[in-house]
């Protein structure tokens, strides 16, 4: 069976990010980039998969900038073996296009097997996945906690839904999106880090590709939330509770 | 200018996520329809249709989508919609609308806006970016729009009328290549984490698993979801669908009580949103208190019983 994981390079996870001052978007520049950590899941399980020998070759596939080669390096160094990057230059991607662009790609590799983080950390959007399914008519297991073979090929994925555990029988080729529970990814070994930098990586650009992925939505533009005051510091136990009860109004 | 809702219910009952869904729909025109896909749903249709601000109940009620697969699910609406007029399509931004809202939008040919917050005008919406540390306001260029809100944004319409109902027939099929095989519901007497109005969480400060005990008197207590932050998660205390946060869950109660968290960064961008926020530490320099409404310096250990005695 063989893998294309989709990784979104994004503003790591530590970082406190900063609102532009004229309001376009958020501060990137000499910012902390990292794989989006949800992806990094699916890394993960594709890299198990391969150890389990139920997958036989895991292609990462990232769409961005010349810069999203350091994100897909990171997925060949915890064991993938080649790498995609489509470029785009200029223009502000959106679902929808990624989408596209994810199922022009799975129309040349043929995997059975797509995977990806339920979401990104920075548009919180949380729909690529569900896109590329719809688009290439495969079985969606959004929000995977568990991946299981069955005998005749299918697979068992359990789901993270609200308020329990879903488990669905997709037939492959599907599209799995990771959820936070499915494992924890390790980090790249040394020796590991330097073998991916042999690996090939094949870049396509995404104007070969005539896809319209012209944006559909106009960021007006991007504000700070409102800010969260400082409160007060109280002396003990029963002052908190009936702060709680009296003040607040929530106990 | 007309919308449709895509109702959540578990079999039985509609969720509240639905009833707040209805209520960003009327900001966005007054004329607003639902959509209620399951099986034997009577009870389903019986409650909704007691529901305000609706015109129609429009339902579908096939064996077949008892389970809520999005792939049957969407062959339906995708149905239902052809040679209607709806401008509008709105989920709630659950694990079920986020499943299927997507699937809709692209079988339209357009791009979803996810998890709306605010809503200006038909066209204009604002949702957060960076687990709600930044918030972007959009203007959506398409001519139908397929949106999911965010339910704790928008207070759930009442239930005070009589609707009228209309079946719609399918002649559709079921997906061969998806199916259900269990449900098994969190085993917890607590509330669901990013639903539950009071939410108490424990750090690193808990210090071990077995310490989390302290924290269960006084969520049975106030009737409180139990959560923790990523570095008692990475520690192994507690199972990794607990962690509040950036990468965990997004929470947004009346109460959150942080104790034994220090405030990191991706910490604060998951509970930013809750009403109040209570929290219990040693250090008083811990970034958590410039977060807090309320906070008490000291040591938990010492703390907890106490407040637990105090809820009595």
Not at chain 1, 153 to 160: M, S
């Amino acid at each position: 069976m063989k893998a294309l994981v989709c990784v979104k390079r994004v503003i790591d996870y530590n970082v406190k990010i900063r609102v532009k001052s004229d309001k376009t978007g958020v501060e990137t520049d000499n910012v902390k980039m990292s794989m989006n950590p949800f992806d990094e899941i699916a890394v993960e399980e594709a890299v198990r998969l391969k150890e389990n020998g139920l997958v036989s070759e895991i292609v990462i596939l990232s769409i961005g900038q010349d810069s999203s080669q350091e994100t897909i390096r990171t997925g060949l160094a915890m064991g993938a073996d080649r790498g995609i990057l489509v470029k785009v230059d200029d223009i502000l991607l959106e679902p929808l296009g990624v989408g596209k662009i994810i199922k022009e790609v799975c129309e040349k590799e043929n995997p059975e097997m797509i995977i990806m983080g339920k979401q990104a950390i920075d548009d919180d959007c949380n729909q690529t996945g569900q896109i590329v399914a719809t688009l290439t008519n495969y079985p969606q297991a959004t929000f995977a906690s568990e991946l299981k073979k069955n005998e005749d090929g299918t697979l068992n994925v359990t789901r993270e839904v609200d308020g329990g555990l879903e488990t669905i029988k997709v037939k492959i080729p599907c599209v799995v999106t990771t959820d936070l529970r499915l494992n924890e990814p390790r980090y790249a070994s040394l020796p590991n880090i330097m073998k991916a930098k042999q690996k090939k990586i094949e870049t396509i650009e995404s104007k070969d590709l005539n896809l319209d992925i012209s944006p559909r939505l106009e960021v007006l533009e991007v504000n700070d939330p409102p800010e969260r005051k400082a409160g007060i510091k109280v002396p003990d136990v029963s002052n908190l509770v009936e702060k709680l009860k009296n003040e607040a109004k929530v106990i | 200018m007309k919308s449709l809702v895509i109702i959540e219910h578990d079999g039985k009952n509609i969720k509240q996520t639905s009833l707040s869904t209805i209520t960003a729909a009327e900001q966005i025109s007054k004329d607003v329809e639902v959509l209620v896909l399951g099986s034997n749903i009577s009870g389903v249709l019986e409650n909704l249709k007691k529901t305000d601000i609706i015109s129609k109940v429009n339902y579908c009620d096939e064996d077949f989508l008892k389970h809520q697969i999005a792939e049957n699910l969407s062959e339906v609406i995708i149905s239902f919609l052809k040679d209607k007029e709806f401008t509008h399509i709105l989920l709630p931004s659950s694990t079920f609308g986020k499943n299927l809202g997507p699937k809709i939008a692209t079988i339209l040919d357009v791009q979803q806006i996810s998890d709306i917050i605010e809503i200006f005008d038909h066209e204009t919406f604002a949702r957060p970016i960076y687990a709600g540390n930044a918030i972007s306001k959009v203007k959506s260029k398409d001519s139908l729009k397929v949106i999911t809100v965010r339910p704790t944004c928008f207070e759930p319409c009442a239930q005070n009328s009589n609707v009228s109902d209309e079946k719609f027939e399918v002649s559709s099929n079921q997906s061969k290549s998806v199916e259900f095989v269990t449900y098994d519901q969190s085993e917890s007497d607590r509330p669901e984490l990013t639903s539950a109005k009071i939410v108490i969480s424990g750090g690193r400060g808990m210090q071990n698993g077995e310490n989390f005990k302290l924290l269960e008197g006084i969520a049975d207590k106030l009737g409180a979801a139990m959560g923790a932050s990523r570095a008692a998660v990475d520690a192994g205390f507690v199972p990794n669908d607990w962690q509040v946060g950036q990468t965990g869950k997004i929470v947004a109660p009346d109460l959150y009580i942080a104790v034994g968290i220090s405030g990191a960064i991706q910490h604060i961008a998951g509970i930013k949103d809750s009403k109040f926020i209570a929290c219990i530490n040693k250090d008083e320099e811990a970034p958590i208190f410039n977060f807090s409404d309320y906070g008490l310096v000291g040591d938990l250990f010492e703390i907890l019983p106490k407040l637990e005695n105090e809820l009595n």
